[in-house]
């Protein structure tokens, strides 16, 4: 099976940075587009940002110039670095990996189990 892993959440001030990370492993042939969603309290599950397997990039208007997501595919790793946070950036963040399991097989998605981020003074 495949496992996605995030760590790298915290407590930060208003203004402050954090760098999530995501790394995929198990049965693993090749990862197409990953991705990053954020769940804030009462609220429901938004796009972050998405990068494919060739590196492009888009980013929700909400963070657009702020986050900045990367991968590196030989580690089957994803990043997300975040500047200048706002407390509404507070949220579960959720990766998402779309994964092959085998040659010529279709992708699956699968989910990380979140790591909370708590941007306040």
């Known amino acids: 099976q495949v496992q996605l892993v995030e760590s790298g959440g915290g407590l930060v001030q208003p203004g402050g940075s954090l760098r999530l990370s995501c790394a995929a492993s198990?049965?693993?042939?090749?990862?197409?587009?990953m991705g990053w969603y954020r769940q804030a309290p009462g609220k429901e599950r938004e796009l972050v940002a998405t990068i494919t397997s060739g590196g492009s990039t888009m980013h929700a208007d909400s963070v657009k110039g702020r986050f900045t997501i990367s991968r590196d595919n030989a580690k089957n790793t994803v990043y997300l670095q975040m500047n200048s946070l706002k407390p509404e950036d507070t949220a579960v963040y959720y990766c998402n990996g779309v994964v092959v399991t085998s040659t010529h097989g279709p992708g699956y998605s699968y989910w990380g189990q979140g790591t909370q981020v708590t941007v306040s003074s």
């Open positions: 198990g049965s693993i042939f090749s990862i197409n587009a």
